[in-house]
């Protein structure tokens, strides 16, 4: 069970680190789009 909560733990660390850098790259394309313009 322990076990469990630990995977459950790394797995939604990783999801929220993936989650951010495709946040930073969204905005960062959408600064470079609207300075292109």
């Known amino acids: ?3 469990a909560k630990n995977f459950q733990a790394v797995y939604l ?4 680190n ?3 850098k495709i946040v930073a790259n969204a905005s960062l394309n959408y600064i470079f789009w609207c300075q292109l313009y």
């Open 13 to 16: 660390s990783k999801v929220e």
């Open 1 to 3: 069970m322990e076990s």
């Open 18 to 20: 993936y989650a951010e």
